[in-house]
């Protein structure tokens, strides 16, 4: 039986990361985590939801929340994301900051940094995706850069996608970690219920798949979900709904003969076999529902809590 003490020797940490579409946050978080708990695209706001990450090494335990990159709104969804980046920010032990060397510091980018000094957040910059930049001296000029904008707690120049700077990175971040239980059980990764993680890999195969118009105007909801037993094998069935906001875009999705829609279902059910541990079998249905990113109660139906 576990005593007061040894409740008492375990840290915990929350930690926001923040930073504008398209500099490798999800990437980041995956990377941190070991495993996919946030879909990765190249195209901007990719995630729109809070996805929290939990990595427990140890008597160590951090919380990630991987926020959507922080844009000028133009529709009620693009608000909603804007308002879970706030919400994200809120009160927690500290924030990374993930941008790349690009010579200019956005004010979207100086918007956040505001906010975490108003609210007496630590921020850690990492400096993104320096696998890129064959000009190394350009790395050093942006550190200069940024060390004149935020007295930041560390600057780390990482690379998500090669793993360089990142054990350095999560040495610093567990620095914040105070003592406390532990939030979630030591083997779970993220607290994504199976819906949201098997909408978000469907969703993510369009924005890979689909033409640039196509994807922002997506939304996949997961019908039914459910397990049955076959044999010795355990196998999920789930259907998906694809909504999107045009007839024309539901015929790019759906392709010519069904060939896209039937790509779309292979790459993402292939996916999830593997994320879950078991065979799938997925189906997915496209329908139409016009401007739904404006349309308040479509948003809140689809998931997505304003």
């Known amino acids: 039986m576990a005593t007061d003490s040894n409740k008492a ?21 995956n990377r941190i985590i070991g495993k996919k708990v946030s879909i990765v695209s190249n ?3 990719t995630t729109r939801n809070r996805v929290m990450g939990v990595k427990t090494e140890g008597e160590t335990q951090l919380v990630f929340l991987d926020t959507p990159g922080a844009h000028r709104p133009r529709t009620r969804l693009g608000e909603f994301m804007i308002k879970s980046i706030n919400e994200a920010v809120s009160g927690v032990d ?19 940094l505001k906010q975490c000094k108003a609210q007496r957040i630590p921020v850690i910059l990492a400096i993104n995706k320096i696998d890129k930049v064959s000009n190394k001296h350009a790395i050093l000029e942006a550190i200069d850069q940024w060390r004149n ?58 924005l890979h798949l689909l033409k640039d118009e196509v994807p922002h105007g997506v939304a996949v909801v997961i019908e039914n979900i459910g397990e049955r037993q076959s044999g010795d094998r355990v196998i999920m069935d789930i259907e998906a709904i694809i909504y999107c906001e045009r007839e024309t875009h539901k015929g790019i999705i759906i392709g010519k003969n069904g060939s896209m829609l039937k790509e779309i279902g292979t790459l993402a059910r292939l996916e999830m076999e593997e994320f879950f ?17 404006n349309r308040v109660g479509l948003i809140q139906s689809f998931g997505y809590k304003l």
């Not at 020797?9 to 978080?29: D, E, M």
């Not at 930041?152 to 360089?164: E, M, R, V």
């Open 9 to 29: 020797s375990t840290k915990s940490a929350f930690i926001a990361i923040i930073g504008v579409p398209n500099v490798g946050k999800s990437t980041l978080i």
């Open 277 to 293: 541990g078991a065979k799938v079998n997925l189906k997915c249905w496209v329908k139409v529902k016009e401007d739904w990113r």
């Open 43 to 45: 195209k901007p706001q």
């Open 149 to 206: 904008e935020f007295d930041f707690s560390a600057i780390i120049p990482i690379s998500a996608l090669n793993g360089d700077g990142v054990d350095e990175l999560v040495s610093e971040l567990n620095k914040f970690a105070v003592e406390s239980p532990h939030f979630f059980p030591d083997d779970v990764v993220s607290d994504q219920p199976e819906r949201i993680i098997a909408s978000e890999l469907i969703r993510e195969k369009m």
């Open 94 to 112: 500290a924030a990374v900051l993930v941008t790349q060397v690009s010579g200019q510091i956005s004010p979207e980018e100086r918007s956040l």
